[in-house]
């Protein structure tokens, strides 16, 4: 039995049938214990009334022996329901029954008190009654017996609907989960042959809808990674290319003799082969911080201090461009506990960028603030182009070459993808707010010393 939908459905209808049974044989016994007490009652009330209208007529117990027995046997007026006993007042047995003897001193200590029969507010006599159920006579076609039947073919006709009710409610349950379950392994089955990206149904807003969605987003980003696999290796082949193919035709040349070497060629073959090293030094780190292996030497510093030297290294190139270059950190800001030459990669970046595209007469603020619960904040802003909206949730990727304008020719492609490595790697966030035409601000979150 590997059917999932089979098994729920015969575990919703075992456990349905067992409560109907247990519900039938509950309500069946317990109809019948009551009927028999209400018509046990009926009878005494009856019987009693019959005796005491009987002495009234004739003063004495004398002769009721014999109408007893009449009316038990023929079923005249003085019904017979259970099995009874008569006493006088002096407790004496007038008739027994089945169970006392004539003239037998029943006592309240050797049996029941009875039911007390009165005429006149004297007691005349007790009834003793039998109230057993299996020593009831029955009358095979008495309209109590035929309501008991009635009422147990009732029972039994309702317990069978409501099993039938609980297989196709059980079904449609099992049906409605098992179905996401099929859908869920179909799926992984796709992606185990290679379909990244193949979405199920979400059939629901339970559990199971929350895991196909789950499982949806989950493809999704498969195919999504897979997708910058393959762009970033054929960005790496492209980037990898251009330089290689200036060196290999310098050296070709060379070694065929059709170029004489010279000061300026061998300048621009240093400079093509300086950027196959940056490339590969940043394809070395990043391949370091996915693997959680990026070394970090770590000692508290001042982010003020931090933010100063990088303005002093890059002041040079902001003059030359007529760019303004300014620190704004309060004094006594706390201590962040961070590697300062990867930090220092981390700014340079971000610096290098924004003089690169902020036109002449603008301004670069490197910003530091403290968050007031264990961060800190350091910001770089510039005025310059701006991110286009489309491309700014994608800055970070490697190689990505959303905004032609903001293609750094001659570098890796990497930077940003690198700067958000070592940051993450601190235990820090980075994000970036840019306007079209306004400027761009990268915000670096991290947690004081």
Known sequence: MRSLTLKLTLAFLFVGVIGIVLVAVVVRERTANEFDRFVLDRSQNLLRDELTAYYQRNGSWEGINAILVNNRESGGNMRMMAPVALLDAERRVVYGGMRYHPGQIVSERDGPKGVPVEVDNA?????????????????????????????????????????????????????????PVRDLTEGTQRIAQGDLGHQVPVRGQDELGDLAQSFNQMSADLAHANQQRRQMTADIAHDLRTPLSVIMGYTESLSDGKLQGSPEMY????????????????????????????????????????LEQMADAHQALAQRKNITLEVQAADGLPMIDVDTDRMAQVLGNLISNALRFTPEGGQVILTAMAEGNGRLQLSVQDNGAGIAPEDLPHIFSRFYRGDKSRLQTGES???????????????????????????TTFTINLPTA
């Open 413 to 439: 492609g990497l930077g940003l993808a690198i700067a958000r490595s070592i940051v993450e790697a601190h235990g820090g966030q980075i994000t970036a707010e840019s306007i079209l035409g306004v400027g």
């Open 123 to 179: 007691v005349v006599g007790w009834l003793l009654f039998d109230t057993l159920r299996d020593r009831m006579p029955t009358l095979p076609q008495s309209p109590e017996t035929i309501f008991l039947e009635n009422m147990n073919k009732a029972v039994w006709y309702g317990a069978l609907g409501a099993a039938a009710i609980a297989l196709l409610l059980g079904a449609l349950l099992a049906r409605s989960i098992s179905r």
């Open 267 to 306: 300048r621009v073959m240093h400079k093509e082969t300086q950027h196959l090293g940056r490339l590969i030094e940043d394809l070395r780190t990043l391949s370091l911080a996915d693997a959680g292996e990026l070394p970090l030497t770590k000692r508290p510093s001042s982010p003020r201090a931090l």
